[in-house]
Nanobody, 131 residues
Framework: QVQLVESGGGLVQTGDSLRLSCAAS?????????IAWFRQAPGKEREAVSA????????YHADSVKGRFTISRDNAKNTVTLHMNSLKPEDTAVYYC???????????????????????WGQGTQVTVSS
């Protein structure tokens, strides 16, 4: 079982940047997990934002954040970071990190946006972007 703790959220203005961190702990080796960031705004479904493969070599982003967000991981430190630039009010949400145990990379890549692919979740961190 992996325990995940997100941090770095806050209140910022349009155009600002934030860096969210996801710290993993537990008996499971995080380097065996693909990791994604999701977000959920009030009254909306949880949606995938960005993801990184277990090796860190492949990253994926939702169209809404392409060119603005980047994701990276440090398996030695058991952390994943979401760098968010040019923030917009529509980025306001609670952000969650999650790990996936899907073994075959192509299977995970094809479905990285699906919450069902992920088996461990953090408690979330609030990001609020004011206009």
């Amino acid at each position: 079982q992996v325990q995940l703790v997100e941090s770095g959220g806050g209140l910022v203005q349009t155009g600002d940047s934030l860096r969210l961190s996801c710290a993993a702990s537990g008996r499971t080796d995080i380097s065996s997990k693909h990791i994604a960031w999701f977000r959920q705004a009030p009254g909306k479904e949880r949606e995938a934002v960005s993801a990184v493969s277990r090796t860190g070599l492949s990253t994926y982003h939702a169209d809404s954040v392409k060119g603005r967000f980047t994701i990276s991981r440090d398996n030695a430190k058991n952390t994943v970071t979401l760098h968010m630039n040019s923030l917009k009010p529509e980025d306001t949400a609670v952000y969650y990190c999650a790990t996936s145990s899907v073994s075959r990379l192509p299977d995970w890549v094809a479905n990285w946006k699906r919450t069902s692919q992920y088996d461990s979740w953090g408690q979330g961190t609030q990001v609020t972007v004011s206009s």
